[in-house]
């Protein structure tokens, strides 16, 4: 039987891997949008479930922050949607603390 500590950072990872996929639909070229932020922050892929607030602040930096909530906005209703959450379960938080508590929710239905 596999270790607490092991099943959270097999979800960690899970999450992450879906939480990319919710950023590259719901940011309009995602793709290039993730690489720009990777060569010119700090921002990296495999740290965007643990540290969403990097992400956040670079896109508000990029696109203003107008923009940047229609994004968090698309980003955070697709990820709800993929981890089977409701949408208004984390709607009224900021994107950072959302994104956690989406985390939390998603580690309840993986143990």
Request: overall charge neutral; cysteine-free; charged content about 35%.
């Given at each position: 039987m596999r270790s607490t500590n092991e099943k959270i950072i097999k979800a960690k990872r899970e999450f992450n891997r879906i939480l990319i996929q919710a950023i590259?639909?719901?940011l309009d070229f995602g793709e290039?949008?993730?690489?720009f932020m990777e060569l010119?922050?700090?921002?990296?892929?495999?740290e965007m479930g643990e540290k969403p607030e990097?992400?956040?602040?670079?896109?508000?930096?990029?696109?203003?922050s107008w923009t940047a909530n229609i994004f968090e906005?698309?980003?955070?209703?697709?990820?709800?949607m993929k981890i089977g959450i409701?949408?208004?379960?984390i709607e009224?938080?900021?994107f950072s603390k959302a994104v956690k508590k989406a985390f939390r929710e998603f580690l309840k239905?993986?143990?």
């Open positions: 590259l639909e719901g290039i949008v993730l690489r010119n922050s700090q921002v990296k892929r495999s990097l992400f956040a602040e670079k896109l508000e930096e990029v696109f203003g906005e698309r980003i955070l209703r697709i990820l709800s409701e949408y208004s379960s009224d938080f900021n239905s993986v143990k």
